[in-house]
């Protein structure tokens, strides 16, 4: 063979295989022991991780970063697999999205293959929905928000919106997560035209580019530094991985999806969740509704967006949507909707630290023209009330993730912190750390914990009063996130180590999520007057 020749058949088939929209789980450790907890220990230990006010507000973490945290889950896990049976073979599952911060829930497979993702007009830019009319009048003189508003996601006849992953339609926090997403890459274009440097037949790539450098910048130095020890980041890109080494369990050497990670430390999430949120200035506590059933609600993958079989009798019952709980606790019955409405459109501002209002101090009230930045929840093993009794029949999460550990043959974190070396812990920690402490050391699960619950106790008394990760779940998150990056032959930290951002940003040389909404803009559409009839 010619010099030279190996090199490009090596590089065909490295872009082969990236064509391919899944990979694999695996396992980071794959010769420690399985725990085994039978079903009824995990559904009493699961009873006790209910959030009733022992719990509370991180307030270093807006809670924009939860939904975010769950937009990044949708970029690089899917398990399509049910809880029915267990897994013989947790390295056989199959994870049916790219194991790589590269935004295919955003952009698919390119214009050229799904344009039905692309703005039929502009194939460079990603096409946006349009919301409806707002309810009652909610604007000066009793105007009412007009409808056409690019407020909302692509939606087919039916409701369902047209996107890269419909889990992201699955409630409305991570549906406008995905649309300011959406935005982003077209304000990119649109800079790009401006610039007028570009061969305009590159122009979606460099956009596309552009826009997953940047996110793959702000999901490692703002999502993840404030989730982990700070530590730990710093010393996998100075050090290196030392656990997660997919180098040495891949054929190819690619990256594959641990199960340690996807099936225990990232799914934190579910206690930063909180029980209620302050979407924007119509609905808001005190004000109207904004319980977590109705983000559920106005969604289509979950809830009564069904677009235009939105007369048809009994279009509710035959799509069995549950009723919406307020938060005084009663229950008002569902109701079909053809699209978002224009008054649901998120306030950024109270998701995000933008600038624009600052949050008041703890415990005092906010003055009337302003608002309460709307906080995470910490991270512990509580979840609140709705996680327990999730809508449409969904269960009790907790259990739900509990079983998923054993199923995937996760180790107890006791056994994943002596392999990587950090002092578990004890079991009296464990024990004495509140009701659900107690309740583990009578089912016998304070000395050999199931991970995911381990690694939410180990936030709670080792991280900061669970202000964020630590030991076990700091590592974790820590070496996946960069090793996923390190294996992506298109991420910034394989083509430039030493790149740094250049959009517009607080402070150069960096980029956040929020850098990311003020550079779209759109920022809280129920207040611009430009947004009433």
Known sequence: MQAGHGKHLRGLEEGARRTQSFGRFGQMFPDLEALEVDDDRLAKLAATMVDVGQSGDNRNIPAGYTYLGQFIDHDITFDTSGLGEKVNDPTAVLNFRSPRLDLDS???R?????PFLYDRVDPRKLAVGVTGPGGEPRGPGGRRIRAGLPNDLPRSREGLAIIGDPRNDENLLVAQTHLAL???HNAVVDRIDRAGTANPDQVFEEA???????YQWLVLHDFLDRLVDFNDVHDVLTNGRKHYLFERQSEYADPYMPVEF???AYRLGHSMVREDYSHNRVFRPGAGPSTFSFLFHFSGLSGGIVGERVGEPDIVAKLRLPKLKLADGSEVDPFPLPNLPGDWAIDWNRFYEIGVSKAPPQGAEPPANEFRLNFSRLIDPYLVPALHDLPGGGGNLA?????RGVKMHLPSGQAVAGAMGIAPLTPAEIASSGPDGAKAKELGLHEKTPLWYYILKEAQ???DGGNRLAGVGSRILAEVFVGLLEGDCESYLRQDRNWKPALPSQHAGTFTMPD???????LDPVNEPTSFE
């Open 106 to 108: 955003v952009y698919g």
């Open 110 to 114: 390119g214009p050229a293959d799904q």
């Open 182 to 184: 959406l935005k982003f």
């Open 208 to 214: 596309r580019r552009t826009v997953r450098w940047h």
């Open 262 to 264: 996807s099936v225990a």
């Open 399 to 403: 259990h739900r993730n509990l079983q």
């Open 461 to 463: 008394l080792r991280g």
């Open 516 to 522: 990311l909404l003020r550079f779209v803009g759109d």
